[in-house]
């Protein structure tokens, strides 16, 4: 029986050659090709700045850190995303706590987010996700943050390519740094760019890009214009010796190798095509799916949307997805929400209920998505959803 996953990585002819061709060559990290990749990448998403990193959680944990996070704090995401989007906050020793998300577009909603804000001063910045691959209206996200003196993270791992349009009518991309004070990204195989495992943060702070940098390798930096000693003070010279470096800060070894960073820009090469092959894909399940009494809800198409994953709302969704398996459709649920994780309700005083998420969660299911999936195999899976229901 063949097996149609939810996801799945797509590896060209090019992409084993550019990590051959790496794997070749006298650097196997901390090499050229981790800044040819960061400059790509900052390039595709209209950024100043990138920093590659070793994962999408290293991104976030560094990010977290570079902007403050500490002991006392309060950080507010979704519910609905993988845990790192909250942990990255409970690993710099501040709390992580959720607001409910928009029926309609399982992002953030950014009323029911306002009066958490009102009740709530302890809050420092907000972690969005752009889930599934569909933007949170970043402009008003900003004003909310500026109203109440807030950072934000844009978690964009699901959404390297998607955009939204301001209220000018300006196409805003996820990750460009207009809106947010630093963006996440997951090269992670099945998202639209994968490297096997990796990560990229882009900015257009200086000063917290050059933080990231030192924080993404152990703290050291060689950069002779960021030393805090003089020569004189290591030992009387002149000038710094070429060996000299400085550990400024408590830092993490966070760093991409180079043959990851070769093969994650060649599959950037190719994120365009990719991304008019997902949006014809999540086209073709809309169709299918509108007006069957079965579906409760499903991925909205709308402009700019990247479809990392196609979510419906079903009914029996636990009969559908065991159904599913039986015929090699290996569907997925994104996500469990994360205050119902016994880690987050065992903690003092709990997770409050948060009644949208909860309801999303009991009914959805993500259909296989990736550029690959054929016309074919995808008629396969919504005939067998349909079939079930019949």
């Not at 998202?191 to 000063?207: F, L």
């Not at 093969?263 to 014809?280: P, T, Y």
């Not at 809800?297 to 599913?324: C, K, M, P, T």
């Not at 997770?351 to 396969?380: D, G, H, N, R, W």
């Amino acid at each position: 029986m063949k097996i149609i996953p939810y996801g799945k990585q797509e590896i060209t002819d090019a992409d084993i050659e550019a990590t051959v061709r790496v794997l070749r060559s006298d650097y196997l990290t901390q090499g050229p090709e981790i800044r040819e990749f960061e400059t790509a990448f900052a390039a595709y998403t209209g950024a100043a700045y990138a920093v590659a990193v070793a994962n999408g959680t290293a991104a976030l944990h560094l990010a977290a850190m570079a902007l403050g996070v500490e002991a006392g704090q309060k950080v507010i995401t979704t519910p609905i995303t993988f845990a790192a989007s909250a942990n990255c906050v409970e690993y710099c020793g501040a709390e992580a706590v959720f607001s409910d998300i928009d029926p309609e577009t399982y992002l953030l909603d950014l009323t029911v987010l306002r009066q958490q804000l009102l009740a709530d001063k302890s809050i420092k910045g907000i972690i969005p996700v752009q889930f599934a691959g569909r933007m949170v209206d970043m402009e008003q996200l900003r004003q909310l943050a500026d109203e109440f003196g807030l950072w934000i993270i844009e978690d964009a791992c699901h959404a390297p390519g998607a955009y939204f349009s301001d209220s000018s009518g300006t196409k805003h991309y996820a990750g460009n740094g207009v809106f947010a004070e630093c963006s996440v990204f997951s090269f992670h195989p099945v998202k639209h760019i994968a490297a096997g495992e990796g990560g990229m943060i882009t900015t257009n702070d200086k000063a917290l890009y050059d933080r990231l940098c030192l924080l993404r390798t152990h703290g050291i930096t060689r950069n002779t214009e960021l030393f805090q000693h003089t020569p004189e003070a290591i030992g009387g010279e002149q000038d710094f010796p070429l060996w000299y470096m400085e550990m400024q800060e408590l830092g993490y070894n966070y760093r991409l190798t180079d043959f990851q960073a070769a093969l994650g820009r060649s599959q950037l090469a190719r994120a365009d095509e990719g991304l008019k092959k997902r949006r014809a894909i999540a086209a073709r399940y809309a169709e299918a799916f509108a007006g069957e009494s079965f579906v409760y809800g499903q991925s909205g198409s709308v402009e700019g949307h990247a479809y990392h994953l196609y979510i419906l709302e079903v009914a029996d969704r636990l009969g559908l997805y065991n159904y599913l398996r039986t015929k090699g459709i290996y569907v997925q649920i994104h996500y469990i929400p994360c205050h119902l994780m016994p880690y987050y309700r065992n903690k003092k005083g709990g997770q409050k209920e948060l009644p949208v998420a909860e309801a999303y969660y009991q009914k959805c299911i993500s259909l296989p998505m990736y550029p690959t999936l054929t016309e074919e195999e995808q008629q396969f899976v919504i005939q067998t959803v349909k079939s079930y229901y019949e």
